[in-house]
């Protein structure tokens, strides 16, 4: 499993430090994004597996609707992974925290490079 779930927790976090109400944000942050994901791409695959039977049965009309199909799965996936970025950017670039300039050559330091839980 993937730990979505932990970039949505501290997702959530940071927009509550930062003043951002969640209705704002683009997640819906009661799902299981893990699940979701999981599911999402479950669906991909499965569909491809279909796609691959009809190419080989050469039922073209099942290939297109199978291909229809893969195009909403990975729509899907892609609006996943959007609405994580489309919340990055809300956040980052608020207009209810005054964030500090980020010095020119500026690193994060290495002792949050690697947290341990």
Not at 5 to 23: F, H, I, P, R, W
Request: glycine share 2%; proline share 3%.
């Amino acid at each position: 499993m993937t730990k979505l779930n932990d970039v949505k927790d501290t997702l959530s976090d940071v927009a509550k430090a930062c003043g951002v109400m969640e209705s704002e944000l683009s997640i819906d942050y009661s799902l299981n994004l893990d699940e979701e994901l999981y599911s999402e791409l479950e669906k991909l695959t499965d569909i491809s597996l279909v796609l691959k039977k009809a190419l080989d049965e050469k039922d073209m009309v099942a290939v297109q609707a199978a291909l229809v199909m893969s195009r909403i799965y990975s729509m899907n996936l892609r609006n996943f992974f959007n609405d994580i970025y489309d919340d990055i950017e809300i956040i980052g670039w608020t207009d209810h925290y005054s964030w500090p300039k980020i010095p020119e050559g500026y690193q994060i330091p290495e002792h949050y490079k690697h947290p341990k839980k």
